[in-house]
T-cell receptor, first 112, second 107 residues
Framework: DTGVSQDPRHKITKRGQNVTFRCDPI?????LYWYRQTLGQGPEFLTY????????KSRLLSDRFSAERPKGSFSTLEIQRTEQGDSAMYLC??????????FGAGTRLSVL | GQNIDQPTEMTATEGAIVQINCTYQ??????LFWYQQHAGEAPTFLSY????GLEEKGRFSSFLSRSKGYSYLLLKELQMKDSASYLC????????FGKGTRLSVIA
């Protein structure tokens, strides 16, 4: 299967710890997006990359959040000093230009 | 601002037709998308409208009226496996999503 893959699928952490998630997009896609989804809500945009350049960040993305896409392929999303309010599903999507975005299965974060 | 409205929940009978409406007010518009999401899974692309009119894809159709800020998703010959959330999203790079409509298909 050559879809979008995310790792890990589930992460449980204690408040104050740092966590890092990885996303591998569909290989020919130049754009990569991060979204966050909480129960009963639609996904909310966090940030996106075109190749290795981070083109936009949501105001939802506090200073504790950082994302990278160093070689224009996979991406990582790090959350420092996690808070209980960070508990959510973190979704990654990729596209070729402004075309259809295809989503990965997500990483479910639980902050205790 | 960005505002996308869709009903929270709908129930329909197996074999029937259901229409899920979506209205939007966004600062930009580059297309309207519909995704299906089963509980605990990733959103899966269903359809995409850029121009006004109806797009048909098997049992699923989607309609767009840009002047009215309105779209609908039509599901025909409902099956139990169609029970899921349906997300309306406007492409304003990135996607701006509504809260989703949870559809329950009953026998």
């Amino acid at each position: 299967d050559t879809g979008v893959s995310q790792d890990p699928r589930h992460k449980i952490t204690k408040r104050g710890q740092n966590v890092t998630f990885r996303c591998d997009p569909i290989s020919e896609h130049n754009r990569l997006y991060w979204y966050r989804q909480t129960l009963g809500q639609g996904p909310e945009f966090l940030t996106y990359f075109q190749n290795e350049a981070q083109l936009e960040k949501s105001r939802l993305l506090s200073d504790r959040f950082s994302a990278e896409r160093p070689k224009g392929s996979f991406s990582t999303l790090e959350i420092q000093r996690t808070e209980q309010g960070d508990s959510a599903m973190y979704l990654c999507a990729s596209s070729f230009g402004g075309d259809i975005q295809y989503f990965g299965a997500g990483t479910r974060l639980s902050v205790l | 601002g960005q505002n996308i409205d869709q009903p929270t929940e709908m129930t329909a009978t197996e074999g029937a037709i259901v229409q899920i409406n979506c209205t939007y007010q966004t600062s930009g518009f580059n297309g309207l998308f519909w995704y299906q999401q089963h509980a605990g899974e990733a959103p899966t692309f269903l359809s995409y409208n850029v121009l006004d009119g109806l797009e048909e894809k098997g049992r699923f159709s989607s309609f767009l009226s840009r002047s009215k800020g309105y779209s609908y998703l039509l599901l025909k010959e409902l099956q139990m496996k169609d029970s899921a959330s349906y997300l309306c999203a406007v492409l304003n790079t990135p996607l701006v999503f509504g809260k989703g409509t949870r559809l329950s298909v009953i026998a």
